[in-house]
T-cell receptor
Framework: KQEVTQIPAALSVPEGENLVLNCSFT??????LQWFRQDPGKGLTSLLL?????REQTSGRLNASLDKSSGRSTLYIAASQPGDSATYLC???????????FGKGTTLSVSS | SAVISQKPSRDICQRGTSLTIQCQVD?????MFWYRQQPGQSLTLIAT?????????ESGFVIDKFPISRPNLTFSTLTVSNMSPEDSSIYLC????????????FGSGTRLTVV
């Protein structure tokens, strides 16, 4: 059964810092991996989708990498802003078409 | 990607009553999933709902408590029955297109408080 761990659980940084969020998963035979953002009490917003054949994906200040063999993904946020404050969730798709599995996420707070 | 309209966005309900949550998708999708997010926790899958078949429930969730309907490829409902304060959570629906590498989309969530 797929299990997802995200480290750190919480992170507080001043505005402008570059930061790294880590995700590990126990079953490395994944199909895709998706990173989401969740604001308090809200739904999930997709940030990046990394296909199983890719090693990284970029969108603006966000860069996500994937190392399937080691069961790890990293989300890099450059020049953090207060608006980046949210919970970040990674979710591997273990088999095509099956439900995503989530860890507890990393709650980020960026102060101005 | 698909766009999901989820209703209601929030509700406060009396214990012992039921609430039905609706998700409308702007395109036809094969797979739809329902999740629960208890306070301070991550998302837990309740069930998978595919059109034309019975929903498949995860361990710890039963149809009598969380009946699901999936009448067509663009719509689904989740009912939380005979509610207790322990059912206070955010409930989310999600869809996947079933097409390789398209990813998943989530509704905006229903924040349920049971008093």
């Amino acid at each position: 059964k797929q299990e997802v761990t995200q480290i750190p659980a919480a992170l507080s940084v001043p505005e402008g810092e570059n930061l790294v969020l880590n995700c590990s998963f126990t079953d490395s035979a994944i199909y895709n991996l998706q990173w989401f953002r969740q604001d308090p009490g809200k739904g999930l917003t997709s940030l990046l989708l990394i296909q199983s054949s890719q090693r990284e994906q970029t969108s603006g200040r966000l860069n996500a990498s994937l190392d399937k063999s080691s069961g790890r993904s990293t989300l890099y946020i450059a020049a953090s802003q207060p608006g980046d404050s949210a919970t970040y969730l990674c979710a591997p798709e273990t088999q095509a078409g099956t439900a995503l599995i989530f860890g507890k996420g990393t709650t980020l707070s960026v102060s101005s | 990607s698909a766009v999901i309209s989820q209703k209601p966005s929030r509700d406060i309900c009396q214990r012992g009553t039921s609430l039905t949550i609706q998700c409308q998708v702007d395109s036809q999708v094969t797979m739809m999933f329902w999740y629960r997010q208890q306070p301070g926790q991550s998302l837990t899958l309740i069930a998978t709902a595919n059109q034309g078949s019975e929903a498949t429930y995860e361990s710890g969730f039963v149809i009598d408590k969380f009946p699901i309907s999936r009448p067509n490829l663009t719509f689904s409902t989740l009912t939380v029955s005979n509610m207790s304060p322990e059912d206070s959570s955010i409930y989310l629906c999600s869809v996947g297109t079933g097409i390789a590498n398209y990813g998943y989309t989530f509704g905006s969530g229903t924040r349920l408080t049971v008093v």
